[in-house]
């Protein structure tokens, strides 16, 4: 009889001024997600089907951690401390290249989504690039919050505008960029 393959994932909270910040790591403290609270449950969908499992199991730890150390940093203000962490690539070839793209824009500046279809080569996946970002299972790491409407509006982030203007807004306090 064939073993049912498992994750086993540890899983931190921690509070941020925009909410309780959830964050999976695997046994190799890679990245698996972050994200707010309130989407853990699609998100955890989403990873068994792309994992091919039937559930991943959790740990929750409020051990110290390198990485939930510098996840503090960056809303301590130290927005640049993120842009190094390993994080893992569970999507779509097309998901993965805008993910990328997306972890280029610099702390401190946005780019719209039609922009972000020109820079990874597909100019018309405009609904794409978007969709891959609603998908984005690692918030504010893969920075989805940096895009804007080709308009200069806020527009699509699945934790809520409030969350976008504020994570847009700590970055710009931060930056030596301006928005």
Known sequence: MKATPTLTWNEHIICTPIGELVIWLDQKSILQFIGWQEFRQETMKQLCRFYQVPTITLQKTAQSHTVIDTIKEY?????????TLVVAA???EFQKKVWQALRAIPAGSTTS???LAKQIGSPQACRAVGMANNRNPIAIVVPCHRVIGKNNQLTGYAGGLNRKQW?????CQYSTLSL
């Open 75 to 83: 809303f301590a203000g130290n927005i640049q401390a993120i842009d």
């Open 90 to 92: 569970c999507g779509t």
């Open 113 to 115: 989504y039609g922009e």
């Open 167 to 171: 994570l847009l807004d700590h970055e």
